[in-house]
Structures are given as structure tokens and as C-alpha cells.
């Protein structure tokens, strides 16, 4: 089903989506004309495909359960914020924290993320074909990012138990954040996620494995300065 | 919140659609900035006649037209709503001399060989339409609306500033050390109308490009001179520059094509550009200045 965000307005689309007549199979919409309307596509909780063919603004596909959304374009702040489950697919580049708090589900940006990528990830994979700005995975707490170009300034500061991979360089680490082995288990990890990402030609064994040095889990006057 | 615009035409093939492509980028700012707008324009830039943006507030026009014409000769007014475009070979200095000792009700927003600027209280829909942007035709042009944080909604809060000739600036942000800073540039000569942080950082401009400082090199200095947060865009009589701060948590957005360069707070206010689904489509880096012009 084609939706036409010049014909009907982006409420009565969202409402739409997010109120699935379960009982009619219509499950595939492509969504055209954006034009960089906020919000689009979310608070969905079903399985559904959706097609964005154009640029979207804030908060596309947030609070996502379940549903598969691509967006042909680029996408402003938070795409896939706090998202559950599902695949969100952004073909162009992303703005500041995407993907931020999530919990579940797999956001791919084909472009590069700005700042604060991941910020507060509690679950979610990010993989990103580009690379990411600044802060990106600050305070990451779950969930694993996985970056093919470079990592801006302050990556993964204070960071609990997210697992970053970059293949390029990374300009400087954030506090408690640290180089560490990678094992195995990380490589099989990084073929699945690049596999489901359809990103071919990115060898699973030269990314870098990035994570916290727990140094400042708990309160310790020694590093008062780090918090 | 607030929204910043911009326009700078790389070939003249849009130079008649300025005006309308602007206010269809103001208009679509609205839900950041809701409490007044304005523009500066960049327009047949003349050798030796100046123009001054002057806003009459409640005078009569009539009235006003009559007096100003007996301290200055030869001038030339044109009313557009409550601002009105003077044209004079008179140097600056002088005209500013003239307005500030006999109108006081009479604010100069700003002057130079090329730009006009309008701004006012009110809606962006409704300040676009009082001030006929869609009638203007230009270069490069540089919009705002605002949503008040740190002083009043008046005239003089609204954006753009500009404190120097054919100069202006556009502010998304707040600075935390305008007050010092404003004593610091005061001390050197310049001329404050406002208690706006941003009327600082447009004063800070305008001080370093008038001791033969670039543009670039000047918003450069400013990463270091300026403390808080801010997407800016200064306009020059032929530049046109954009900074973030290097936290970057105001947005921008660029679209450049092969006939004009764009940049919004958000995407939507430039979607309905020409060409705009086949541009160059980026965010500016941090910290980084990006120019066009000189």
C-alpha cells in the first residue's frame, strides 16, 4: 500500500501503522514525500516492511517493535530511539544519537551516524557502514555497535557493557574505555551482525574490540576526576 | 529551540526566487521559533549609495519621510510595513548620527551597500508576509526564527544582528560568557543595542573582520572566544559562513547543489527546494567552519 505524506497528514499515517488491522494481510507500505517530517513510523508493534522513499527528521521508526522499516534518505535525531525489536534500515546517513537507549532489534545506517551514536544502548545491535562522531556509545550499557569506518572523539565514555567494534581508527577513547582482545566468539558475533546487515567484502577479523574497563562501576575517590 | 536559515546562490539562476525560496524556509522553521522572525537579504550591492534597514515602530511614515529628508539630502525612502529601506551617499557615521540624535523611536537595524534586514515580533508566516519576502530577489540570504530564552520578545531581541557594515548573524543557542565578553568589545568601540547574547557574538564578528580578519578565520577564533552553545551563520557583503560548537548539540543541515548552497536547522525547511532531492546532503562537523565567498 502506497501512503502519500502530501495526501494524508503524518498523525493519520502514524495511526495507520500503529493500528494494524491484524486481520487483513496488509503488511508491506512504502511511504512517499516525507519531506523531513518528525516522528514517522513510530510506536509501531507489529510485524509489518515499510519503504521511507526520502529524507525523514526526528525520531523515525522510535520506540519500534517487531516491524522492519527502510528509509531511503538520510534521518535526523534518534532514529530507532528506544527501540525493542525489528530492523530499522537507513540507506543515507544518520544525525546525533541514533539508536539511543534502545533495547533490542538491529539498526543498520548504510552512511556514516554523527555524534552520540548509540548513546545509552541497552540492547540494540548498531552496525554502521560509515562511521560514527563524537560520544558515540556514552554510557552504552548493552547491545553491540559495530563500526566498518572510524570512531569520532570520546568513544564509549563510561561505558558498562556494550561491545564496540571499529575497523578504522578511532580519533580517542572515553573515560574507563578500553582496547581489549578479541576472542572468537567476537568474530562470529561480527560476521553474523555484518551478514544480517548485507555488508559484504568487511573481513569479521579486522575490526578492533573496544569495551569498559569497569574501573568506575562503583564509586572510588581515586577517580573523581573521570566522572 | 529557535531556527536558523540560509541561502547563498553559487549562479544567478535563482536570484529573481531569493525571497521565495527563503520564506518557504522560514515558514517551515515555525515550530522552533514561534515568537518573532527575520531576514537579511543580500541585494544589488551599490558603489556608493548606502542603505540603512531602519525599523519606525509607531512613527508615521509621512511624518518621518518629511523630517529625515530636511537632516539628510537627497534621500531616498522606501516603506516596507514598520521598516523602512533608506538610501543615502551620506557616509554611515553620519546618518547614524543624525537618526540616533533626532529619532529616538527610530531603530537602525542595520546598514551597509548591500544587505536589508527586517525582523519583527510575531509568527514567521505573518513577519514573511508583512515584510513582502517573497517579492525579494538577491544573492544570499540568512533567516531566523526565534524562541525566547534569555531576553524579552521585542524587535531588538529578534535576529538577525548586525553590528557592523553589510555584516549579520544568525544564532541557534545560547552563550554563557556574552556579559563579559560584551564589556570586553565594548571597551573597544563597540556598540551594543541589547541585553542578547547573540547581538555579543555578531559584535565579536564584526570587531575581527574590521581589523582584516576573513570571515573563516574569525568564526575560527570564536571556537576558542565563545562559550556555550551555537549553530551559527554570519553573512558578509559577498560571503557566507556556518559554525557549530564542538559539543554540536544544535542541529544543522547543508544541501548544496551545483547552483546554491542551504543550510537549516532541520531538513523540512528545505525540502521543498529545487533540486534539493538530488543535493549534497550533509551535517557540518563540529567545530569546523565551512565558508563560501569570501
Not at chain 1, 516522528?39 to 521508526?61: P, R, S, T
Not at chain 2, 521559533?33 to 525599523?55: H, M, Q, T, V, W
Not at chain 2, 551617499?89 to 540616533?100: G, H, M
Request: charged share 25%; with cysteine.
Amino acid at each position: 500500500m502506497k501512503l502519500d505524506l502530501k495526501k494524508k497528514k503524518l498523525r493519520e499515517i502514524n495511526n495507520t501503522l500503529q493500528n494494524l488491522d491484524i486481520k487483513k494481510n496488509e503488511r508491506e507500505f512504502t511511504i512517499i514525500n516525507p519531506e523531513g517530517s518528525h516522528a514517522l513510523c513510530a510506536g509501531l508493534n507489529q510485524e509489518m516492511k515499510i519503504l521511507i522513499k526520502g529524507h525523514v527528521g526526528y525520531y523515525c521508526a522510535g520506540m519500534n517493535q517487531k516491524a522492519h522499516v527502510t528509509i531511503d534518505g538520510n534521518v535526523g535525531t534518534g532514529v530507532a530511539e528506544n527501540m525493542m525489536s525489528g530492523i530499522v534500515h537507513v540507506k543515507g546517513n544518520a544525525s546525533q544519537s541514533a539508536g539511543a537507549t534502545a533495547h533490542g532489534g538491529l539498526l543498520i545506517i548504510d552512511g556514516d551516524a554523527s555524534s552520540r551514536c548509540g548513546i545509552s544502548m541497552k540492547g540494540i545491535d548498531i552496525v554502521v557502514k560509515g562511521s560514527v562522531g563524537h560520544m558515540s556509545a556514552f554510557m552504552a550499557q548493552a547491545g553491540t555497535m559495530i563500526v566498518c569506518g572510524d570512531a569520532g572523539e570520546a568513544l564509549g565514555d563510561s561505558l558498562y557493557e556494550t561491545d564496540i567494534f571499529v575497523k578504522g581508527s578511532v580519533k580517542s577513547l572515553g573515560s574507563d574505555c578500553i582496547e581489549k582482545k578479541i576472542e572468537k566468539k567476537h568474530i562470529d558475533k561480527i560476521s553474523i551482525l555484518l551478514k544480517k546487515s548485507e555488508i559484504k567484502n568487511v573481513r569479521p577479523e579486522s575490526f578492533k574490540r573496544y569495551g569498559s574497563a569497569r574501573k568506575l562501576y562503583n564509586f572510588n575517590i581515586d577517580n573523581v576526576s573521570s566522572y | 529551540m529557535c531556527g536558523i536559515v540560509g541561502i547563498y546562490l553559487k549562479t544567478k539562476k535563482f536570484e529573481k526566487n531569493l525571497g521565495k525560496m527563503l520564506s518557504v524556509m522560514l515558514n517551515n522553521m515555525e515550530s522552533r521559533g514561534p515568537d518573532s522572525a527575520g531576514f537579511a537579504i543580500y541585494k544589488n550591492e551599490s558603489k556608493k549609495i548606502y542603505k540603512f534597514s531602519l525599523c519606525i515602530n509607531d512613527l508615521n511614515f509621512i511624518n518621518f519621510k518629511k523630517e529625515i529628508s530636511k537632516k539628510i539630502k537627497k534621500a531616498k525612502l522606501n516603506q516596507i510595513s514598520d521598516h523602512v529601506i533608506l538610501k543615502t551617499q551620506l557616509q554611515p557615521k553620519k546618518v547614524i548620527e543624525i537618526i540616533n540624535s533626532n529619532f529616538p523611536k527610530v531603530s537602525i537595524v542595520g546598514y551597509g551597500r548591500s544587505i536589508e534586514i527586517f525582523k519583527q515580533v510575531g509568527k514567521p508566516k505573518d513577519v514573511v508576509k508583512k515584510f513582502k519576502l517573497d517579492s525579494f530577489s538577491g544573492t544570499h540570504g540568512i533567516g531566523h526564527t526565534r524562541m525566547a530564552t534569555e531576553s524579552a520578545i521585542t524587535t531588538d531581541g529578534s535576529h538577525p544582528y548586525s553590528t557592523g557594515e553589510d555584516e549579520c548573524l544568525v544564532h541557534n543557542g545560547s552563550l554563557s560568557n556574552h556579559n563579559n565578553l560584551r564589556r570586553e568589545l565594548t571597551k573597544k568601540g563597540t556598540i551594543f543595542n541589547s541585553e542578547n547574547d547573540t547581538e555579543v557574538a555578531a559584535g565579536y564578528v564584526s570587531h575581527n573582520l574590521s581589523n582584516n580578519k576573513s570571515l573563516k578565520d574569525t568564526l575560527t577564533s570564536g571556537l576558542k572566544d565563545l562559550d556555550g552553545f551555537y549553530t551559527f551563520i554570519a553573512g558578509t557583503r559577498k560571503g557566507f559562513a556556518v559554525v557549530r560548537d564542538e559539543i554540536a548539540c544544535k542541529p544543522a543541515v547543508i544541501a548544496e547543489t551545483k547552483n546554491y548552497v542551504a543550510i537549516a536547522s532541520e531538513f523540512q525547511a528545505m525540502a521543498h527546494l529545487p533540486d534539493v532531492n538530488n543535493a549534497k546532503i550533509f551535517e557540518p562537523e563540529p567545530g569546523i567552519v565551512y565558508s563560501w565567498g569570501k
